[in-house]
């Protein structure tokens, strides 16, 4: 197992376009977070995952943004009409239940909204 | 929300020097934790902290748990060039883990 992986690295849009990102979580993890990281700041959080459940979210999570995580695995992050205050990186991170504060994240991915 | 201040916002320091570096928060804290992030990557942990009073050492890096519970410091004792980077505090109010904003840390050969 290699980690947790994050596709595509790096992601330019235009204001208004449809974006998807997708998240690998390390396999044996039941719990899968999504964070927003912008330039100079900690990440923050957006949602997170326990198995498929979807059990909290952010108010930073608008309705533009929607997250699945459909059989228990890989997740998809997926940002409607994007903005230019979309700009950041994400990131991805994944825990077992046993194991709760030990994150492990991924490398992100980086949005640049034109 | 949960506030998490981190002091110093960033630090230029000589090779060889040794750091330290905090965190408060406004309310209480059953853990803490302590994250690395280098340029384009995710944060790695560093240093797990679950009781008040606890030291914690991970080779040159101590951290310690406070007893108020609301602060934490890291310490990395004969910096080297591959400790460049951002430097965060972290904890878990519920569910999930908040950051402080980080401390740059750049150590010059």
């Known amino acids: 197992d290699t980690g947790v992986s994050q596709d595509p690295r790096h992601k330019i849009t235009k204001r208004g376009q449809n974006v998807t990102f997708r998240c690998d979580p390390i396999?044996?993890?039941?719990?899968l977070y999504w964070y927003r990281q912008t330039l100079g700041q900690g990440p923050e959080f957006l949602t997170y995952?326990?198995?498929?459940?979807?059990?909290?979210k952010s108010r930073l999570l608008s309705d533009r943004f929607s997250a699945e995580r459909p059989k228990g695995s890989f997740s998809t992050l997926e940002i409607q009409r994007t903005e230019q205050g979309d700009s950041a990186m994400y990131l991805c991170?994944?825990?077992?239940?046993?194991?709760?504060?030990?994150?492990?994240f991924g490398s992100g991915t980086r949005l640049t909204v034109v | 929300g949960q506030q998490l201040n981190q002091s110093p916002q960033s630090m230029f320091i000589q090779e060889g020097e040794d750091v330290s570096m905090n965190c408060t928060s406004s309310?209480?804290?059953?853990?803490w934790l302590w994250y690395k992030q280098d340029p384009g990557e995710g944060p790695v942990l560093l240093i797990a902290?679950?009781?008040?009073?606890e030291l914690t050492s991970n080779g040159r890096l101590t951290a310690q748990f406070g007893i108020t519970r609301k602060d934490s410091f890291l310490n990395i004792s004969a910096s080297i060039p591959s400790d460049v980077g951002i430097y965060f505090c972290?904890?878990?109010?519920?569910?999930?883990?908040?950051f402080g904003a980080g401390t740059r840390l750049t150590v010059k050969p």
């Open positions: 991170a994944s825990t077992q239940d046993i194991d709760w504060y030990g994150y492990t």
């Open positions: 396999s044996e993890h039941n719990r």
């Open positions: 995952f326990q198995n498929e459940a979807q059990l909290e």
């Open positions: 309310s209480i804290f059953n853990t």
């Open positions: 902290l679950y009781k008040a009073g």
């Open positions: 972290a904890g878990p109010p519920d569910n999930d883990m908040r």
